[in-house]
């Protein structure tokens, strides 16, 4: 049994039991939403563009710098590469066991934080040490 809008008399009892689908406003909306969401889409690429320039330069920045102080480090040596060489050590044992730390607690195993401490200290320790008691009679 099919219904036709032309077997009610009456315009209002062809609203009560036939909706009004409008196919083409419906298609037009769908239409301006998948718009909209490619717009998005091309915003958010070129934002996403924008931000690896970015992370680009800083990244060159921070190489350049990193470069010219070790340099400066190298060929000032003595205490100067020392502490340089000794820092690098401290921040690059700070940085493992901050790894550990986040790997450990994924797998439900920590470390005490005054471990990492110690053995941060120790890593910073060792070019002093080296520096000072370290008289290599080796000649070059």
């Not at 924008?50 to 340099?71: E, M, T």
């Not at 690059?92 to 439900?108: D, S």
């Given at each position: 049994?099919?219904?036709?809008?032309?077997?009610?008399?009456?315009?209002?009892?062809?609203?009560?039991?036939?909706?009004?689908?409008?196919?083409?406003?419906?298609?037009?909306?769908?239409?301006?939403?998948?718009?909209?969401?490619?717009?998005s889409?091309?915003?958010?690429?070129?934002?996403?563009?924008?931000?690896?320039?970015?992370?680009?330069?800083?990244?060159?920045?921070?190489?350049?710098?990193?470069?010219?102080?070790?340099?400066?480090?190298?060929?000032?040596?003595?205490w100067?590469?020392?502490?340089?060489?000794?820092?690098?050590?401290?921040?690059?044992?700070?940085?493992?066991?901050?790894?550990?730390?986040?790997?450990?607690?994924?797998?439900?195993?920590?470390?005490?934080?005054?471990?990492?401490?110690?053995?941060?200290?120790?890593?910073?320790?060792?070019?002093?040490?080296?520096?000072?008691?370290?008289?290599?009679?080796?000649p070059?």
């Amino acid at each position: 049994f099919r219904l036709c809008s032309s077997d009610l008399k009456f315009s209002g009892l062809r609203k009560q039991y036939l909706p009004a689908i409008n196919w083409f406003r419906l298609w037009q909306e769908l239409s301006r939403i998948e718009g909209m969401e490619a717009m998005s889409r091309r915003k958010d690429a070129h934002l996403e563009e924008q931000d690896n320039a970015k992370q680009l330069q800083k990244r060159i920045l921070s190489g350049l710098v990193v470069g010219v102080s070790g340099g400066g480090a190298i060929l000032m040596g003595g205490w100067v590469f020392t502490v340089a060489v000794a820092a690098a050590a401290f921040i690059a044992a700070r940085e493992y066991f901050e790894l550990v730390k986040n790997v450990g607690n994924a797998t439900g195993v920590t470390l005490p934080q005054h471990v990492s401490g110690v053995c941060s200290f120790l890593c910073a320790l060792m070019p002093i040490w080296t520096l000072c008691c370290g008289h290599v009679d080796i000649p070059l």
